[in-house]
């Protein structure tokens, strides 16, 4: 058997792990070859790719990013792409590809499965928001480098008596936010799933404040948004894939807070620290398993499935169950957030 891997979308800590684990198993296990796609479905339709074995892959484990490289291409967005990624399957005679991504490459993977390609998705992102599955890994890695900034935020925001904002990501989502701000006592959070009232949030601050705890923390998901009408937020500008380029909300917030309640405020955008660098030990096991899992069900030609962790075990859903909806934090966690706001 030969298989075909590729990376797209943004990147995350954990897809090199998933490569390694691929490509150890189809090698040692099965005595299948594997092809690494470059830059995502880009490398598919332009058929640019590297051989991939066992020694290639030394090292990978723990190293952050993708040796693949990605991009938001897909054979829906380039030139007569469908045709040409055809082309490159046949030419290479691939049996199966595999496809690790967020939302949109597996979209695009569930997509081109219909279409009659032999695809197999592994779930990855920081944000955590691909349906049919508790986790994607990169998320465990995104929470514990917003945990220890905001453990760090805590002293100087004491030291001060400031009201210290900090931007995690997550577009669509609040995981990293609810997960983050669970685990280093935010006084609030805002995320997406509750559209935000200000005056609430003033009064909590105040509230605290007038306790004795001048000092406080806010931690705002990226893509956390006012309650209609209720405070002015500026469109942002969109990148060349019409993927909307967020960051900077929690300003707008601060700026906001300091006029209505006087309390002195800072703000920290963490960005894309929280994709960067090695992946928690979590992480690495998840990403491991799941390209085992991968591997497994190209073997078994399970196609159109995706590997995801249900109940604590991997299991394969279907592509297009996966893709169908992006999942939100749900209301328990919402409410042990809710419990700690001030
Ligand atoms: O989807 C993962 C994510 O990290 C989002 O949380 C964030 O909004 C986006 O990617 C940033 O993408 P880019 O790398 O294009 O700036």
Request: proline share 4%; charged share 20%; aromatic share 6%.
């Given at each position: ?6 990376t797209g ?25 594997v092809?690494g ?9 332009e ?19 993708t ?16 045709a040409r990624?055809?082309?490159?399957m046949?030419?290479?005679?691939l049996?199966?590809?595999?496809a ?7 979209s ?7 279409l ?10 920081i ?9 994607t890994f ?6 514990a ?17 400031r ?6 990501m ?7 936010a ?10 609030y ?18 509230r605290?404040?007038?306790r ?6 806010v931690?705002?998901?990226?893509g ?17 894939y ?5 960051g900077?909300?929690?300003s ?8 209505r309640?006087?309390l ?11 994709r ?6 979590f ?16 073997h ?5 499935q ?5 109940g ?26 809710h419990?700690?706001?001030a």
């Amino acid at each position: 058997m030969r298989v075909g891997i590729l990376t797209g979308g943004g990147d995350c800590p954990g897809l090199n792990a998933v490569i390694r684990a691929v490509v150890r198993k189809a090698e040692r296990h099965y005595g299948y070859q594997v092809i690494g796609f470059l830059d995502g479905w880009r490398g598919v339709v332009e058929d640019d790719w590297v051989g991939l074995n066992v020694e290639s892959c030394r090292g990978l484990l723990p190293k952050g990013g993708t040796v693949l490289g990605t991009s938001r291409h897909t054979p829906f967005n380039l030139d007569n792409g469908m045709a040409r990624a055809g082309d490159t399957m046949h030419k290479h005679d691939l049996d199966a590809l595999i496809a690790i991504g967020g939302e949109g490459t597996l979209s695009c993977a569930s997509e081109v499965s219909e279409l009659g390609f032999n695809v197999i998705g592994v779930p990855k992102t920081i944000d955590n928001d691909v349906g049919c599955t508790e986790r994607t890994f990169g998320f465990d890695t995104a929470v514990a480098v917003a945990t220890e900034a905001i453990d760090r935020l805590h002293t100087t925001a004491e030291s001060h008596a400031r009201v210290m904002f900090v931007e995690v990501m997550g577009r669509n989502v609040g995981h990293i936010a609810i997960w983050a701000g669970i685990a280093g006592g935010a006084t609030y959070t805002l995320v997406p799933e509750e559209p935000f009232d200000l005056d609430e949030l003033c009064a909590a601050l105040l509230r605290r404040k007038a306790r004795g705890r001048y000092a406080s923390i806010v931690v705002v998901a990226e893509g956390a948004r006012p309650q209609p009408g209720t405070l002015e937020i500026a469109e942002p500008p969109v990148d060349a894939y019409g993927h909307k380029r967020l960051g900077g909300i929690a300003s707008v917030i601060a700026q906001e807070v300091e006029q209505r309640t006087n309390l002195e405020t800072r703000v920290t955008i963490l960005g894309h620290v929280q994709r960067g660098g090695s992946p928690t030990p979590f992480d690495r096991v998840l990403a491991t398993r799941f390209g085992v899992a991968a591997i497994d069900a190209a073997h078994a030609k399970q196609f159109g499935q995706m590997v995801a962790l249900r109940g604590g075990q991997i299991e394969l859903v279907a592509l297009k169950d996966a893709t169908a909806n992006l999942k939100p934090v749900n209301s328990e966690m919402l409410e042990v957030a809710h419990a700690f706001f001030a």
